[in-house]
Nanobody, 121 residues
Framework: QVQLVESGGGLVQAGGSLRLSCAASGSISRLNAMGWYRQAPGKQRELVALIFSGGSIHYADSVKGRFTNSRDNTNNTMYLQMNSLKPEDTAVYYC???????????????WGKGTLVTVSS
């Protein structure tokens, strides 16, 4: 069984910063690909940032240069540092882990329940 728990969301003014965390527990040793997605009200879930199983990191164009995705293997936690936040970043942010890069994009398992980020203008 795999459990992913996000934290760190909240209300912030435009231009501010937040750091999200995703703590993983359970049978996660094979789930070396991980990332963040978000879903804004009335919109589809979209990719934010991914850490591939080989270690490279991919960012959506909309967050490139503002967000930093990182991982700490010693405590099975992934982080998303979000700087220069914009109102359009408002969404529920979800973390995901997968056994392969393909599953990170297309798999349906191993999602957290999400944390809400609200950016006021």
């Amino acid at each position: 069984q795999v459990q992913l728990v996000e934290s760190g969301g909240g209300l912030v003014q435009a231009g501010g910063s937040l750091r999200l965390s995703c703590a993983a527990s359970g049978s996660i040793s094979r789930l070396n690909a991980m990332g963040w997605y978000r879903q804004a009200p009335g919109k589809q879930r979209e990719l934010v940032a991914l850490i591939f199983s080989g270690g490279s990191i991919h960012y959506a164009d909309s967050v490139k240069g503002r967000f930093t995705n990182s991982r700490d293997n010693t405590n099975n936690t992934m982080y998303l540092q979000m700087n220069s936040l914009k109102p359009e970043d408002t969404a529920v942010y979800y973390c995901k882990r997968a056994a392969s890069d393909y599953e990170l994009y297309y798999g349906v398992d191993y999602w957290g329940k999400g944390t809400l980020v609200t950016v006021s203008s």
